[in-house]
């Protein structure tokens, strides 16, 4: 089974600052990496697939990078909607992360 | 969309079963996922089953309490599970992920589960 660890799992933020998101897979997983925002009392929302390919309607701030066991969630010039809990996930043995939740300052 | 329904409490050693209905797409094409998310271990994949139910996969932890099948004449999903135990305690989510095992990207808006004597 593949784990994923996410860091930080807490991140403050002032709004138009820059965040990172780390995850670290524990083997090589190519890029069958996912990330995911969850939004209180709602269900988990793909936002971008394969590492890097965002969903069609996902704002252009997101972005994602990475291949193989290190992969980062950048989310620019934030804005007060962005406060959720993310989540990586990979697709090989479908697992997730633990979560990284921001919060909006 | 989908919609689960079936959630509530149960007593521990219960039994329940999970419904998840799809509308606004070709439910019979699609990779079927249950995920669960509790407090003790957050995000969780529980078991896949395969357009024309051919493959099924279930998390190694999970083996032997929970069985999935799906029906498509009525585009729905089912979980049965067994032998519930108080971990078991969480949001139950069905997922689809198109036609291939791969990325979530319909999830439903989750149905509650709470084992508790």
């Known amino acids: 089974e593949v784990v994923l660890t996410q860091s930080p799992d807490f991140q403050s933020a002032a709004p138009q600052e820059k965040v990172t998101i780390t995850c670290r897979a524990s083997q090589n997983i190519g890029t069958t990496l996912h990330w995911y925002q969850q939004k209180p009392d709602q269900s988990p929302n793909l936002l971008i697939k394969?590492?890097?390919e965002p969903l069609s309607g996902v704002p252009s701030r997101f972005s994602g990078s990475g291949s193989g066991t290190d992969f980062t969630l950048t989310i620019n010039n934030l804005e007060a909607e962005d406060a959720a809990t993310y989540y990586c996930?990979?697709?090989?043995?479908?697992?997730f992360g633990q979560g990284t939740r921001l919060e909006i300052k | 969309q989908l919609v689960e329904s079936g959630g509530g409490l149960v007593r521990p050693g219960g039994s329940l079963r999970l419904s998840c209905v799809g509308s606004?797409?070709?439910?019979?094409?699609?990779?079927m996922h249950w995920i669960r998310q509790t407090p003790g271990k957050g995000l969780e994949w529980i078991s896949y089953?395969?357009?024309?139910?051919?493959?099924?996969q279930y998390a190694e932890s999970l083996k032997g309490r929970f069985t999935i099948s799906r029906e498509d004449v009525k585009d729905s999903l089912y979980l049965d599970m067994d032998n519930l135990r108080v971990e078991d305690t969480g949001v139950y989510y069905c997922?689809?992920?198109?036609?291939?095992?791969?990325?979530?990207?319909?999830w439903g808006q989750g149905t509650v589960v709470t084992v508790s004597s």
């Open positions: 394969y590492a890097t």
């Open positions: 606004g797409f070709t439910f019979s094409h699609d990779y």
């Open positions: 997922a689809s992920s198109g036609w291939y095992v791969t990325a979530f990207d319909l």
């Open positions: 996930h990979q697709s090989k043995s479908l697992t």
């Open positions: 089953i395969s357009p024309t139910s051919n493959y099924i």
